[in-house]
């Protein structure tokens, strides 16, 4: 039997929306940093593979119209980031500013396959101009579509102890 790490979902409170977008918000920062690195070193890696000739011809190239291989990297990169802080932790570092963490139902942290899914859904939810977000707003359990799909829950932490209100 898997030990949960968290508190079971109806310990705490669903995540209201204005949360969820203010982590996105704080975590897409934090991914543009990473698009810069594995950008930066992506360009180095090329630049030793095929030499400064090579990668000036094709900077001077008119046509060209991107990289896939870039493409793949970046966005590589950005699930790991996501997937990697879900599954361990349950929380990105925008979620734990805002304190929300995703969670299985029983409490314990979404796998591998489920991150994918949420990453994918969370990015077709966005691309459906939110909608996929807003959901959440008329769904009896204020789920979206990436939690409903991924069968995860995104819940609201309470105050760590100690803390006053100003």
Do not use: H
Not at 91 to 111: E, F, P, S, Y
Request: net charge positive.
């Amino acid at each position: 039997m898997v030990r949960p790490l968290f508190e079971p979902d109806d310990s705490f409170p669903p995540a209201p929306l204005w949360r969820r977008l203010m982590a996105i918000i704080y975590d897409g920062m934090l991914v543009i940093a990473i698009w810069f690195i594995t950008t930066m070193l992506y360009m180095l890696i090329k630049t030793m593979v095929i030499g400064t000739e090579a990668m000036q011809a094709i900077a001077e190239d008119e046509t060209f119209s991107g990289d896939p291989a870039l493409t793949a990297c970046l966005f590589g990169a950005t699930f790991f980031f996501f997937a990697y802080f879900w599954q361990k932790l349950g929380q990105t570092l925008g979620m734990q500013v805002w304190r929300i963490r995703i969670q299985n139902a029983d409490g314990t942290a979404i796998g591998w396959r489920q991150a994918l899914l949420r990453f994918v859904l969370a990015a077709i939810a966005g691309a459906c101009f939110g909608l996929g977000y807003l959901w959440m707003l008329w769904d009896k359990e204020r789920k979206t579509w990436q939690d409903r799909y991924s069968m995860s829950v995104v819940v609201l932490l309470p105050k760590p102890p100690g803390k006053k209100k100003k």
